[in-house]
Every structure is written in C-alpha cells, then in structure tokens.
C-alpha cells in the first residue's frame, strides 16, 4: 500500500507559478514511477507529467510542456510538479500517482490513469484571467 498527500495549489494570476508536492509513504518510492493528473470542472481526468523511477526520464503532455517540470527526490519521498506560466483553463485538481509497472518511460500506458495503482486526494489550483 502506498499513501500519497498532495499539498501546494491554491488560486493565483494567470501567468504565475506554483509548486506542487506530493510526500508518498508506505512501498517503497524509489521503485514507483510517478505521475501528476488533473481534473478541471466539466472534464474527465488528464494526464499531465510522468517521472521515471530514478528521475531520470519525463513525459508530458502536450498541453503543458514547456510550462511543468516534474521532479523526485526519493531520499525524501517527494515528488514535485512545478507549474509555471499558469493559464485559466490550467484550473483543475491535480493529483500525484504511482505506478510500479516496469515498461518503458514512453509506452503509451505511462500516460493512462488506470495504469496508477495509488492516488492522492489531490491538490487544487486555480487560475484567474
């Protein structure tokens, strides 16, 4: 079992930055891949940023690249998605994840939700125009 708590969103200006934190607890996360996703009001949940085990690899998606950076440091257990460039239709709760599936960094599963054993309760941010 793993447990992750997601803190750091909150309502800022378009064009403004967060940074997203996601403390895991429980199996250990040097060995889970992890992910961020999102859910914006009316929508199903997205796919936003994934890490690689040892941090060495990350995708995103498309929408955000250039804008997030996804980040781990797994002597503290932590993960980070540093949002910058926020735009309104970037409003959504986000949510960190973990997976311990081993393909690679650029199957197309890295980017499904349902390929993530473990969630968060996620953290919300919202976007002013």
């Known amino acids: 079992q793993v447990q992750l708590v997601e803190s750091g969103g909150g309502l800022v200006q378009a064009g403004g930055s967060l940074r997203l934190s996601c403390a895991a607890s429980?199996?250990?996360?040097?060995?889970?891949?992890m992910g961020w996703f999102r859910r914006a009001p009316g929508k199903e949940r997205e796919f936003v940023a994934a890490?690689?085990?040892?941090?060495?690899?990350?995708v995103y998606a498309d929408s955000v690249k250039g804008r997030f950076t996804i980040s781990r440091d797994n002597a503290k257990n932590t993960a980070w998605l540093q949002v910058n460039s926020l735009k309104p239709e970037d409003t959504a709760l986000y949510y960190c994840?973990?997976?311990?599936?081993?393909?690679?960094?650029?199957?197309?599963?890295?980017?499904?939700?349902?390929?993530?054993?473990?969630w968060g309760q996620g953290t919300q941010v919202t976007v002013s125009s």
């Open positions: 890490i690689s085990q040892s941090g060495g690899t990350t």
């Open positions: 429980g199996r250990s996360f040097s060995s889970s891949r």
């Open positions: 994840a973990a997976s311990f599936s081993t393909y690679s960094m650029y199957d197309r599963r890295v980017r499904y939700p349902g390929e993530y054993n473990y």
